[in-house]
């Protein structure tokens, strides 16, 4: 195994991490900000508002904050705690000001991606709705083919490598920290998650939606209060990010890395933390009930922002106003150790058990959004009912497993996966980028109208290539004529009825007098 990993899988996922992928996604990153004309700046106040907009669009599907909650929960885990930190050991603090830069493109190009998610959906069990990159491949570029390809590396990766990943973060953290036996964390991780995954998707859309923003909330009030107790420190902090990414403070010497380090950490960690453009987040945007698909493309595009601009500084100015950033650090010293002993050295040790716990709660959370996403991507394969409970089953055994079980060669081997996935996601949506351009051109001609909130048509729109397949989209005038043909029958009856004479009761309110 060790010879598979030296000469196979280390050198495989580095030339599709460091050499193709930072590049095709900083590079789609910046061509879709030029073509939306920097979207995420001009509409970052509209995203806050579309989030934060009552649920009335969703009539009982999912809502767009719910759809939010979910994606945010995938991309906000223990990487936000464990992987900045060490982002900062590796590639110096210049890592963190390189990750700012990724997520802003980024967040266009979330846009892009969630928005045709939204467009190319298709119902759902209830009234619910199903999409993402393998529906929007098939649907929009008319492949099957590549669409099973790209479910096939979701589901393993998000399904089951990541989610053993994400158990294993937690089983080693309450081990080292608290004592607690791997075999008790994974009987608890299974007892707490199954009755949330056998619920579907909309039941880990309403977990998500009320206990991410508490568990996230209450980590960003720690890492304010910590950074308010060290603000004399905060200037300093600050400017030795901005000066090391340019590669000012390492050549004066006792800084790690240089500006290639920085830089290069900088990028995979904003890349890889957001996952704009990588093919995860679009199928919790596709969930969402919405009146236009660009509000979810906005939504999950703020996702991108919070992510990175707000939990990953967040943990990066804890680190460094702490006065316990040690650039010789490695390994597990410099992950989620680094993050609870800077809040520690500030707080005081009674800080870390609720560490331990924030770790848990985002850890548990990203197995929920991951194993979301995974079966999106198995009903697209067309597997029977019986079939997504084996799914749910294996999913729990895989998080148990995790939780045992040393996970370096599945964290490489989910690592290429991902790598594959984005591969295809990145070719589809650069091709199908002028119909998500679209929407955005429609969305905001009803901006400019003062009615943003009117159904979005997807039929005979002159600002798309065509017509989208399907009748989601088929706008609020051909609903209304559709729902007036159905009721029809209903209608005629009901005159018929009132035609007739109505019987009358007696005066006594007894019943009906004879109409004889």
Not at 28 to 45: K, M
Not at 269 to 279: A, K, P, Q, V
Not at 294 to 322: E, R, Y
Not at 480 to 492: C, F, K, N
Request: neutral net charge.
């Amino acid at each position: 195994m060790d010879w598979l990993m030296t000469n196979l899988i280390d050198p495989l996922t580095t030339v599709i991490y460091n050499y193709v992928l930072c590049v095709l996604l900083v590079g789609a990153g910046l061509w879709f900000t030029i073509r939306s004309r920097g979207l995420q700046f001009r509409l970052f106040t509209r995203m806050i508002k579309v989030v934060t907009q009552p649920s009335t669009d969703a009539a009982g599907g999912i809502s767009s904050f719910q759809a939010f909650a979910v994606g945010l929960a995938s991309r906000v885990g223990t990487g936000n705690i464990a992987g900045v930190a060490i982002a900062l050991t590796i590639g110096g603090p210049g890592s963190i000001f390189w990750m700012w830069c990724v997520a802003a493109l980024s967040m266009a190009t979330a846009f892009i991606e969630s928005t045709l998610a939204q467009m190319f959906k298709v119902r759902g069990p209830g009234r619910t709705f199903v999409g993402g990159p393998a529906y929007y491949i098939q649907r929009g570029l008319g492949s099957r083919r590549w669409g099973v390809v790209f479910a096939i590396l979701l589901i393993f990766a998000f399904g089951f490598a990541f989610n053993m990943v994400q158990a294993n973060s937690i089983s080693d953290t309450v081990s080292k920290v608290h004592g607690i036996s791997p075999g008790i964390t994974a009987v608890v991780l299974v007892v707490l998650a199954a009755p949330i995954l056998f619920g579907g998707t909309k039941r880990i859309a309403s977990i998500s939606g009320v206990a991410l923003p508490i568990i996230a909330g209450a980590y960003l009030l720690v890492a304010v209060v910590v950074i308010a107790l060290n603000i004399s420190a905060l200037p300093d902090a600050l400017g030795l990010i901005v000066r090391s990414a340019f590669g000012l403070e390492q050549a004066a010497g006792g800084i790690a890395g240089g500006m290639f380090a920085s830089l290069i950490n900088g990028v995979k960690r904003g890349l890889f933390s957001n996952e704009g453009g990588m093919g995860s987040a679009p199928n919790a945007a596709a969930t969402a009930t919405v009146s236009h698909p660009a509000k979810q493309g906005l939504v999950q595009s703020l996702g991108v922002f919070v992510d990175t601009m707000v939990v990953c500084t967040a943990t990066a100015l804890v680190i460094l106003v702490s006065g316990v950033y040690d650039p010789s650090l490695t390994g597990t010293a410099a992950g989620g150790a680094l993050t609870t002993a800077a809040v520690a050295s500030t707080l005081g040790s009674w800080a870390i058990p609720l560490m331990t716990g924030m770790i848990f709660l985002f850890a548990f959370t990203s197995v929920l959004g991951n194993y979301s996403y995974a079966e999106v991507n198995f009903a697209f394969l067309g597997v029977k009912s019986g079939a997504l409970t084996a799914l749910r089953v294996l999913v729990l055994a895989t998080v148990a497993l995790g939780a045992l079980v040393d996970l370096e060669v599945a964290w490489s081997v989910a690592d290429i996966a991902m790598g594959f996935m984005a591969l295809v996601n990145l070719v589809a949506i650069v091709r199908l980028a002028p119909w998500a351009l679209g929407a955005l051109r429609d969305y905001e001609k009803r901006l400019a109208s003062r009615n943003p909130n009117s159904w979005f048509e997807g039929s005979n729109n002159p600002e798309l290539p065509g017509d989208l397949p399907g009748d989601i989209w088929i706008g609020e005038a051909t609903m209304e004529t559709d729902l007036a043909a159905a009721l029809a029958p209903i209608l005629i009856v009901d005159e018929d009825r009132a035609s007739q004479p109505r019987p009358t009761t007696n005066s006594d309110g007894s019943g009906p007098t004879s109409l004889g």
